[in-house]
């Protein structure tokens, strides 16, 4: 099998792992209506990482556009506040991963509080009104709180990543983060 067919089915098991997910989360109860983890990003994260940012958009895109189809709310206000935060956060994670500022556990906190920003600002323009701000300071906590989880979670794999394989990319965040100064990571490789 060559390697662009590996890398093509690569990215078709990151869309699925990503729908999968996203779906899922919505059974997990945040005790905040409309809130939800976020584990998605996890996946989007690892693919900005790992892959192209252009596979990483696509399947950003195609996640949001299929939970929607399968949640029935393609085209609603819920799809609009999907899109609008998913998007924005996809451009500051991609921003603040290739100007590598942050590890990835910043870059999913900046994520998470602009999927945030972006789905209140859908929400304004779509009920005419300015009083969903105040949302803001309790949904962006969790979100903060939720984006470190989600960037812990990725550090983790970026560190021990199978898909950098079929990728074609550089490793140099494997290498920076799995060193022997990080012992954490060399006790589990071993």
């Given at each position: 099998?060559?390697?662009?067919?590996?890398?093509?089915?690569?990215?078709a098991?990151?869309?699925?792992?990503?729908?999968?997910?996203?779906?899922?989360?919505?059974f997990?109860p945040?005790?905040?209506p409309?809130?939800?983890?976020?584990?998605?990003?996890?996946?989007?994260?690892?693919?900005?990482?790992?892959?192209?940012?252009?596979?990483?958009?696509?399947?950003?895109?195609?996640?949001?556009?299929?939970?929607?189809?399968?949640?029935?709310?393609?085209?609603?206000?819920?799809?609009?506040?999907?899109?609008?935060?998913?998007?924005?956060?996809?451009?500051?994670?991609?921003l603040?991963?290739?100007?590598?500022?942050?590890?990835?556990?910043?870059?999913?906190?900046?994520?998470?509080i602009?999927?945030?920003i972006?789905?209140?600002?859908?929400?304004i323009?779509?009920?005419?009104?300015?009083?969903?701000?105040?949302?803001?300071?309790?949904?962006g906590?969790?979100?903060?709180a939720?984006?470190?989880l989600?960037?812990?979670?990725?550090?983790t794999?970026?560190?021990?990543?199978?898909?950098?394989?079929?990728?074609f990319?550089?490793?140099?965040?494997?290498?920076k983060?799995?060193?022997?100064?990080?012992?954490?990571?060399?006790?589990?490789?071993?």
């Amino acid at each position: 099998m060559n390697q662009q067919l590996k890398r093509l089915m690569i990215i078709a098991m990151m869309l699925a792992l990503a729908i999968i997910v996203n779906y899922m989360e919505s059974f997990i109860p945040v005790f905040i209506p409309g809130v939800r983890l976020g584990l998605a990003n996890v996946i989007i994260l690892i693919m900005l990482y790992e892959f192209k940012f252009y596979e990483s958009l696509l399947v950003d895109l195609l996640r949001i556009l299929v939970v929607s189809f399968i949640r029935g709310t393609f085209l609603s206000p819920v799809f609009f506040m999907s899109l609008t935060g998913g998007m924005l956060s996809f451009i500051g994670m991609l921003l603040f991963s290739k100007i590598k500022i942050f590890t990835s556990v910043g870059v999913s906190a900046v994520g998470a509080i602009l999927h945030t920003i972006g789905q209140i600002a859908a929400l304004i323009v779509i009920t005419n009104t300015i009083n969903v701000i105040s949302y803001v300071p309790i949904i962006g906590m969790i979100s903060i709180a939720t984006g470190v989880l989600s960037g812990f979670i990725c550090h983790t794999y970026l560190v021990r990543s199978i898909t950098n394989n079929y990728t074609f990319v550089d490793t140099r965040y494997k290498e920076k983060y799995s060193n022997s100064s990080n012992k954490e990571y060399n006790e589990l490789e071993s």
